[in-house]
């Protein structure tokens, strides 16, 4: 009922935005909104992370118990900073400023509800 993602080249300020969006929804509120979502590539990277914590969920429920995919929610989505890729631009009078690509680490939890 978890998955992480590491090292997305999208900026924890963008995903945070879209991810307390669908905190807290239903599974499938949580995908139809991120499908109409008008920041398709940060939308696009978690639906892809929701679609696969559903497929733990479904996966490990065949051993224990029966997991009901349509009770699922998003009970935790916790967006941080990865590795910021640190890169230069040159600049006048043989000078050089930094430029800072910054990444994203994103785990979800799902949870059943009662």
Known sequence: MKAK??????????????????????????????????????????????KSAVANAAQSGSKASTIDVDKLYVKTLLVGAGTTLKRFRPRAKGSASPIMKRTSQISVMLAERV
Do not use: H, W
């Open 5 to 50: 993602v590491s090292s997305v080249r999208i900026t924890p300020r963008k995903m945070g935005a879209i991810a307390n969006e669908i905190r807290g929804k239903d599974i499938n509120a949580a995908l139809s909104y991120l499908k109409f979502s008008p920041a398709k590539r940060t939308a696009g990277v978690l639906s892809t992370l929701l």
